[in-house]
């Protein structure tokens, strides 16, 4: 839930989150299947991680949750895998294509940046 009266433009949510969103990710036409239990190992389970190879990103944070907390880089970095602005994974801006990000049907320039809400339906585009 987010809280309307929240002051901080920072913080989404004073009660925690729990949201879902969608990331397909597509390198010179190949859709690359986002693997299960990223984030997850008997041991640890991270608040943004994976459960299934949908691409659904799962964001469950208690307390006050601030955008940082919820961005598309900070999941990247739990999967250990590279994408800013320039890269995804080891494909960069440059004479083998361009990076771009679909958020809900717009294009989007905040990458790494961005801080996922519930529903979101992401594409993630190199070619």
Known sequence: ???SAVLDPN???TRGVHLHSVVKIIIKGKQIIIPANIGITPQIHKPMHTHDTTGTIHAELAGKVFKKDVTLGRFFDIWG???NKNCIFENCN???GTLRMIVNGFK???????????GDQIEIIFK
């Open 1 to 3: 839930p987010v809280e």
């Open 11 to 13: 913080v989404i949510s």
């Open 81 to 83: 895998k590279t994408f």
């Open 94 to 96: 440059g004479s083998e």
């Open 108 to 118: 989007n320039t905040e990458f790494d940046n961005y801080s996922i809400k519930n």
